[in-house]
């Protein structure tokens, strides 16, 4: 029995038309979507609930997705792409895995490219578009269950995916779908509540620059004032923060106000090590590690953390847990 795909259209560069471009209308762009999808695949086409561009998606919007796949799950699909925008396609990617886990088979891709040409009415001469959706295609139901990420000739475990090049077709790096990732594997439904929820997370990522410990002082300071839900810090290699009692103090206090420090690190690849002596404070204060895939996996998993419990404190107690 042939395998019924669902293809979810989501926006992005993959359905812009015109010259500067902009989005073509859904209603308009799944027919001719539809025409270059290869005859020998059973495929159905279905628009998101939330279609924008993608350095304006939030959480709320891939928790609208996740739903969308859960309740066509519930309708007999199990295989799904996902055409969604290249800037936030790690994070999409990321969260779709977090909340699918291996539930089901799912592929998100996106294109540098339109598929169509200005005028909107033939696939472009040049795009990447088609060679990305047919990849994910192909690849969909020949994967193992889980969610990963197609583009430009390679498929990523979703979890490790990061976009690496702003304009190249090769753009994205991850862990490779062929090669061993200790990815999520529970579901978790989402249910409204849960969409409405998020809309209030508050994270805020500080990338650390070479700067005197009073300077961070200040800096927490003022955060202090009105705390984020969760603090990213990126330190330097292996995560290393050069701190002192009043910093470890502010940590602290953060704590007490409900938010959580999370010390993460701004080198791309690699994982934390604590094993430096700069680094010895960490097994005590009142901060999280980064133990997460890619820095999108962390944002996801912040996500999850905080629709999954109630407090600050289950936070920190669960961390390690997911």
Known sequence: MMKTIALIYMGGTFGCIGEPLIPMPEQDFLPLLAKVIPPHLQVECFAAASIKDSSACTATDWLMLVQQIQQLQLNGFQHF????????????????????????????????YPLLNIEGND???????IGNLYLALEQVLALPSGVYLAFHEQVFHAQSTLKAHTTELDAFVGIKADQSCDTTADALIVQNEQIDQAAQLSVLNLMLQPIAKQQFILQLKNLLLSPPHFLVLQGFGTGNIAVNDEILALFEQLYQKQCLPIISTQVTFGQLDQRYAVSSWIQSAK????????????????????????????WFAHWHQH
């Open 287 to 314: 901060v999280l590690v980064n133990d997460c895939h890619s820095h999108a996996d962390l944002y996801a998993k912040v996500l999850q953390m905080y629709l999954k419990y109630p407090t600050h404190e289950q």
């Open 81 to 112: 792409v996902i055409i969604h925008g290249t800037d936030t396609l790690s994070y999409a990617a990321a969260t779709l895995a977090r909340f699918l886990g291996h539930s089901c088979h799912a592929i998100i891709t996106g294109s540098q």
């Open 123 to 129: 696939t472009r001469e040049f795009t990447d578009a």
